[in-house]
């Protein structure tokens, strides 16, 4: 009894927390079957229908299908180009011990200090001079050295925990470098792996400011999250389109995540263990 009034406080405070998201939570999606004047008369009451008709609206207003596929594209290309520059360098970080190892692995850090609107003119001039201005191309070499620091940083301290004598007894069966990578470090890391797919993925689709510029407003070519702000008007905005435009960008998001979050989840659990 004394064990659970100690711990009275800490359910009230996370009930509490928990009710502060669902609130916004289901007037955002109450508000994607609505109208205006129903989102303003009553925001708070259940939706009259379930219609699609707000959904159908923001899909071909905004040309979400079109958009959808370019943030698809965009950023499927820029994980596996992420991945496939993060791995190899955390691999080659975890395995070495010398000073030269260390500085790089601080330059890497490095890469937290940089604002992600500082680069934006320099961005802007390198994409203009390779020829690459208002490509989605461009943006798929762009994101992945975005994310390499945080993507480096948490590969290289999954794969130091990993011991050296399984490298060693595939050395012995005549594993190359690439085989020990292949066969031990990367199904391993998987925690990991998936950490950084899931946290680049967010990061990837979620992207606007340089989507808007390097790619532009171009209907065949712009991201999902350039599309959606065209069913905002300045004579006025249907609210319920726009939140139904919104809850269609998030789908692919909630997909992702329910893939991987078990994954991530073991990976939150090794690390707490570890410290």
């Known amino acids: ?72 594209l965009v950023t499927v290309f820029s994980l596996a180009l992420t991945l496939g520059l993060a791995i190899p360098a955390a691999f080659a970080l975890a395995r070495s011990t010398g000073r030269l190892a260390s500085a790089m692995e601080k330059v890497f850090s490095l890469g937290f200090l940089i604002p992600t609107f500082a680069a934006l003119f320099p961005t802007f001039l390198l ?33 130091r ?25 990367t199904p391993m890391c998987m925690p990991g792996i998936a950490t950084v797919l899931l946290l680049n993925f967010l990061s990837f689709w979620n992207e606007y400011l340089y989507s808007l510029i390097i790619i532009g407003p171009d209907p065949e070519l712009r991201t999902v999250q350039v599309a959606l702000p065209t069913l905002k008007s300045q004579i006025g905005t249907d609210y319920g389109v726009l939140t139904a435009g919104t809850i269609l960008t998030l789908v692919p998001v909630w997909i992702v995540y329910t893939i991987l979050q078990k994954r991530m989840q073991q990976a939150l659990i090794s690390g707490a263990v570890k410290m």
């Open 161 to 185: 925990t990993i011991p050296r004598e399984m490298e060693e007894a595939a050395r012995m069966d005549g594993a190359s470098t690439f085989a020990v990578l292949r066969h031990i470090y």
């Open 127 to 159: 994409s203009a001079a390779t020829g690459l201005f208002h490509t989605r191309a461009f943006m798929v070499l762009f994101l992945p050295a975005t994310a390499m620091p945080l993507s480096v940083v948490i590969l290289v301290q999954f794969m």
């Open 1 to 72: 009894m004394k064990f659970r009034k100690s711990w009275l406080p800490a359910h009230i405070l996370v009930w509490t927390y928990a009710v502060l998201l669902a609130v916004p939570l289901y007037y955002f999606l109450a508000s994607a079957f609505k109208s205006n004047e129903r989102i303003f008369a009553s925001p708070l009451s259940p939706p009259s229908s379930f219609g699609l008709g707000n959904f159908r609206t923001a899909f071909e207003s905004a040309g979400l299908g079109p958009a959808i596929l370019n943030s698809a």
